[in-house]
């Protein structure tokens, strides 16, 4: 079985280049979400623990099996840990048989960029140049750079109540050639914004975004509201933007729209993707991508880095699963 680690993760995206890698990843995202018949779905399995969620994202199609196993702990940092940690599997799904283990922290932050802007290509206005971080925790310079390839971007604005944090991402984006405006509020932050993605976190209900604050249409790229009890979207700017979800059984429990009634209904990506839906800010105004993370887009992860592994003989096999002569001789390996 095949195993990689952060390093390989590190080593495969060095070699193929952060451009390359991100554009690879936004169509297997794409390209899966296409397909969206095709797969066996359903809403993760969240266990609720004293201040976080510990989850498992399970899917499938005819070929593949992918889960991942991932927590959201808000106040981890104030212990040093991440706030988001995770590990994934792929399988063969005729056999069962495991194909890879992998570390998916840095892979989530990579998908969750990935699918962000691949969502911005079809439903943020097409000249959009200024992006706003509300939030610069793990996730934000990931996102940057995968809105880079996708939008001429002229502007960041970002705002977090953490100045550390806001210092930390000045310092990682001075090696892009691009402006960044620190922000003394979410207010400051979003002006002049034609796409603003929230990604804060924090276990309860949170209004970064009213109403109020958005003077000009806009696509909202909201990831952080991703759990029961856990979102960032006043309830009067979800009822007055055009919605668009993931996976809308999931979406009702964990997304944003958990404030809606429950026959609240709204257009899922891969319609758009699939072309059976025309959204755009520049035609229906404000968009709000109500975004939680779903586990296609770990399995498109997951089959792409397996496949660039292998390709460049990076990894290491692990004994993991026997190898029998006799497979009901499993006495045999003690
Ligand atoms: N939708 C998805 O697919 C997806 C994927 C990964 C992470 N997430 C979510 O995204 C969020 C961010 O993840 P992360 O790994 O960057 O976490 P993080 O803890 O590293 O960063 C979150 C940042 O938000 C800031 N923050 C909290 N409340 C704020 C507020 N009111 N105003 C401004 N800033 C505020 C914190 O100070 C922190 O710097 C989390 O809620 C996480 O669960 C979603």
Request: charged content about 25%.
């Amino acid at each position: 079985m095949l195993v990689l680690e952060i390093e390989d993760i590190r080593e495969i995206i060095s070699k193929i280049g952060y451009e390359k890698f991100y554009k690879k990843l936004i169509k297997t995202i794409e390209e899966d979400y296409s397909n969206w018949n095709d797969f066996n779905k359903c809403p993760r399995v969240a266990n609720h623990v004293n201040g976080g969620v510990i989850e498992l994202m399970p899917i499938n199609n005819s070929k593949l099996y992918s889960f991942k196993y991932v927590n959201g702990h808000p106040k981890n940092p104030e212990q040093n840990k991440m706030t988001v940690m995770a590990t994934g599997q792929l399988s063969i799904t005729s056999t069962g048989q495991p194909l890879m283990f992998t570390e998916m922290t840095l892979l989530t932050a990579l998908r969750t960029a990935a699918n962000s802007a691949m969502a911005a290509k079809y439903l943020a206005k097409k000249d959009s140049s200024v992006l706003t971080f509300i939030g610069t925790g793990a996730q934000s310079e990931f996102q940057y750079l995968a809105f880079s390839y996708i939008f001429n971007l002229k502007e960041i604005r970002y705002y977090d109540i953490d100045s550390k944090a806001m210092k930390k991402f000045a310092k990682n984006m001075a090696q892009f050639n691009i402006k960044i405006t620190p922000c003394k509020n979410s207010y400051d932050a979003v002006e002049r914004a034609d796409i603003i993605t929230t990604c804060t976190a924090d276990k309860r209900y949170q209004t970064i975004l009213t109403k109020e604050m958005i003077k000009k249409d806009v696509f909202i790229n909201a990831i952080g509201g991703d759990c029961p009890g856990k979102t960032e979207i006043e309830k009067e700017l979800v009822e007055s933007s055009t919605v668009v979800v993931e996976y809308l059984e999931q979406a009702k429990i964990e997304g944003d729209i958990q404030q809606m009634p429950t026959d609240f209904t709204c257009t899922q990506i891969h319609e758009v993707i699939r072309g059976e839906k025309k959204l755009n800010v520049s035609t229906h105004g404000t968009i709000l991508f109500d975004s939680i993370g779903f586990a296609l887009e770990d399995y498109s992860v997951l089959r792409l880095i397996y496949d660039l592994a292998k390709k460049s003989n990076i990894g290491t096999r692990m004994n993991l699963i026997p190898k029998l002569d006799d497979v009901k001789n499993l006495f045999s390996l003690l």
